[in-house]
């Protein structure tokens, strides 16, 4: 099958075996009119966000969009989900984990809007959940680390006269956590899998670049904080390399960490990378968004 078909029946496994939340946790849907587009209505078609709002002894303010990988084919929501929204709990951030529409049955961009939409609806409850929307950042692993990097150089303004009140807040991330992620559709370090099963088979070369996240870094591009490994088979570190030199070039704050060791899907660390360095990823991230004044001090 290869590493290519091998990841993503990971990921079409853990969208089974992975994805239920802990008991007590609330969601709304992304769409609650229906999703634009859907094929149905089954939960594959309704985008949801988990919700887990910081302790009102913790609370920084900050908020974080969390996207699980997987290929786009499936969703680790529990080591990159629901695991990683407890971690930034533990830490005074309010986590939100998105549940985003898959291939094949969705192609882009409907990923993209469902993480821009939940975005705007983080900033736009930002009163209600104690959230300062000038700090709302999103963070993805693999797949979700490519639709994180997209929602940060692709997003829209507000527009003011907009009929729907959630199209007038605007879906810029404050800040970008990008883990093992999937940067470039383009050249040999491109994920065969997220290809095929984003843009399908064929792609427009025209698409291919559109989703090639580094081509569109620029001085607006939200601050970013990179992880990624050198012993990752399945999406190549020079993806990471490629964003980071992105960012460089447009002088847009970045941090980047690269570890010798560490397989694809290591997570947050601990059981899924026992005794290895990268765990310590987790720690080296929060103390990125204390230098970038995020997580400053509790409310």
């Excluded at 075996?17 to 609330?26: F, K, R």
């Excluded at 529990?78 to 049955?105: C, I, K, M, T």
Aim: with cysteine; proline share 8%; net charge negative.
């Amino acid at each position: 099958m290869g590493i290519v078909g091998t990841v993503c029946m990971l990921g079409l496994f853990l969208s089974a075996a992975d994805s239920a939340a802990p008991s007590g946790v609330e969601s709304v849907l992304v769409w609650p009119d229906g999703a634009p587009g859907a094929a149905g209505d089954e939960a594959q078609d309704k985008p949801t966000l988990y919700l887990y709002p910081a302790k009102p002894e913790n609370n920084t303010g900050a908020a974080i969009v969390v996207c699980p990988g997987g290929g786009y084919a499936g969703l680790a929501m529990g080591y990159e989900g629901h695991e990683v929204a407890q971690w930034l709990n533990d830490n005074g951030v309010s986590a939100f984990v998105l549940q985003y529409r898959l291939g094949p049955r969705y192609r882009y961009p409907a990923p993209q809007m469902d993480a821009q939409r939940a975005i705007r609806i983080v900033r736009s409850r930002a009163a209600e959940w104690k959230i300062d929307p000038g700090k709302i950042g999103i963070l993805g692993f693999s797949a979700g680390g490519h639709l994180s990097a997209m929602t940060g150089v692709h997003y829209v303004d507000g527009k003011p006269d907009a009929s729907d009140p959630l199209e007038r807040v605007s879906t810029r991330p404050d800040f970008l956590v990008l883990v093992y992620a999937v940067i470039t559709m383009q050249g040999p370090e491109a994920h065969a899998g997220c290809n095929k099963n984003l843009l399908g088979d064929n792609p427009d070369p025209a698409l291919l670049k559109e989703c090639s996240t580094q081509l569109f870094v620029n001085a607006n591009t939200p601050p970013t904080f990179i992880l990624h490994t050198t012993e990752d088979q399945a999406v190549p570190v020079g993806n990471a390399i490629l964003f980071y030199d992105a960012c460089v070039k447009a002088k847009v704050p970045v941090e980047m960490h690269l570890f010798e060791q560490g397989k694809h899907g290591i997570g947050m660390g601990g059981s899924r990378a026992p005794g290895n360095p990268v765990g310590e990823w987790p720690g080296l991230c929060l103390k990125w968004l204390k230098l970038r004044g995020v997580i400053n001090s509790p409310n």
